[in-house]
């Protein structure tokens, strides 16, 4: 072989090893970019988890935004229903009937002088649906009772706290939108001479119990407006007859020293008043006898005691429907028992007769409309005034008696 074919011989080898040296160098640039553009198995789970999580977590938002707004419309009908039955009551002169109010049909009232319907809500609602929280199928209604026409409940359940209404089983009345149903259990009490909340003036609910080893009482609720019966609560917003404004968040005893520290949602707390408060010398007067329900007119009986009419039942312990007369003691008169079927809206005392106005159509089974007169010297009726159609009389003068409202003669 000569040195030209040997060169040449030389040059092919040559040619060849270069060519698979270029080969490899191209398949691992390719092999090093496939594997930059590709994922591992690891870092899909990893992806995939998030993704999971992100799912859930949204999820649950939504499902709590949902309750909230749920609870958001179940407050907004009792407000809508609450604002209905007070219109209905100024138009009545009485609360309707459990089987007027039913879920879907119309609220309206006709009256019988005019026979002109009045309607105040067209459509009545039905809480939303599902159930949240704690309530259940059963109680997820607005359950309206009005056995009493000057008077009713409306039962509603929460599924979270919302807008300062505690979750769970609440009653709206005419005096407030919510307390604590009765039926309603949880927490529970223990009570010592230290710590002594009377329970005829407790609602809402508890948020903490603490000490009870030692039988000290030392529980949080919400604050409310009058008595309420809370069975198996403690529900405390009175400590030594001392009312809260707001909400008892936490508390704190000092057992060596005998001291409670309380702190919440309250900028004040006071004595208990109920519907009426007496002063003298701007001393507050807590002997006085509680109603049970709103006092719409007061008027003196020029002895330090009053006369006064309204929305109770009861005054102190004595049964009064809509009238009574309260002793200068603050004692409720025993031999003053008039049972009126309606509120007064106005009381005049003219020498030894008081007169009444307002809604009533009858006083102790006598048919007396809208206005009568009580011989206190007696105490019995006077002038019978079936003759008078007199649709409200917010207002009276001195004798002789004028009256001011809606006329109508048979």
Sequence with gaps: MNLFQRQKKDAKIFNLINLKQEKTMFKNLWKAERKINAFTLIELLVVIAIIAIIATLSVLALQSAREKARDAKR??????????????????????????????????????????????????PSAPIPADGDCTLQNNSYAYDSSNPSTYTLNYCLGNNN?????????????????????QSGGGS????????????????????????NNRTVSGGLSCSAPQSC??????????????????????????????????????IGPYTGYGVAFTNNVYQSNFAKPNDRIR????????????????????DQNRNHLAHILSDGSVDPNFNFSVNSIPLSLVLSNS??????????IDGQTRNRVAAIDLNSLSLKISSSAWNVMVVPCSLESPIFLIGFFGFP
């Design 297 to 316: 007119t007061v008027i003196s009986d020029g002895s330090g005691g009053f006369y006064i009419g309204g929305y109770f039942t009861k005054v102190g």
């Design 353 to 362: 007769t008081l007169y009444l106005g307002g809604g009533f159509t009858s």
């Design 190 to 213: 223990c009570t010592d001479t230290i710590w002594t909340p009377d329970s005829s003036n407790l609602c809402g609910q508890v948020n903490q119990t603490s000490d009870c080893g």
């Design 163 to 183: 807008q300062g209404i505690p979750k769970g089983l609440n009653t709206a009345t005419p005096a407030q939108l919510y307390s604590l149903a009765e039926n």
């Design 231 to 268: 069975q198996n609560n403690v529900c405390l917003n009175s400590y030594n007859n001392l009312v809260f404004d707001g909400q008892i968040k936490t508390m704190q005893v000092d057992e060596s020293n005998h001291v409670a520290y309380l702190g919440g949602d309250f900028t004040q």
């Design 75 to 124: 407050i907004a009908d009792i407000k809508q229903l609450k604002t209905a039955l007070e219109l209905y009551y100024n138009d009545a002169n009485g609360y309707p009937p459990a089987s007027a109010f039913v879920a879907g049909e119309t609220l309206s009232y006709t009256d019988p002088q005019s026979g002109q319907v009045k309607t105040y809500i067209n459509n009545i």
